[in-house]
């Protein structure tokens, strides 16, 4: 079983940064998709950035604000969380997966807030 460790989550003010890591406990990230969620208060979890297919798409939401990457070498993969608006307040979740390898790793969510 494959473990996602998140870090990064915090409080911040609006228009502040915070940078969200996840690592994986084994080499897997180069030959799986991945992407970042999040979850708010009494909202359904949506998908906010991911790599699938060799590219990279993002919530219109966080278009612009949001980056993810990831480092292979490290088993890690990043979401720089720039502009940060009230309204990105939830949990962020990480997420590995392959459908051709039929697996599918979550993290345990990491809380950012973000202080009007």
């Known amino acids: 079983q494959v473990q996602l460790v998140e870090s990064g989550g915090g409080l911040v003010q609006a228009g502040g940064s915070l940078r969200l890591s996840c690592a994986a406990s084994?080499?897997?990230?180069?030959?799986?998709?991945m992407g970042w969620h999040r979850q708010a208060p009494g909202k359904q979890r949506e998908l906010v950035a991911s790599?699938?297919?060799?590219?990279?798409n993002y919530a219109e939401s966080v278009k612009g604000r949001f980056t993810i990457s990831r480092d292979n070498a490290k088993n890690t993969v990043y979401l720089q969380m720039n502009s940060l608006k009230p309204e990105d307040t939830a949990v962020y979740y990480c997420?590995?997966?392959?459908?051709?390898?039929?697996?599918?790793?979550w993290g345990q969510g990491t809380q950012v807030t973000v202080s009007s």
């Open positions: 084994a080499n897997i990230f180069r030959i799986s998709a």
């Open positions: 790599f699938t297919g060799g590219r990279t």
């Open positions: 997420n590995v997966f392959s459908l051709t390898l039929h697996y599918d790793y």
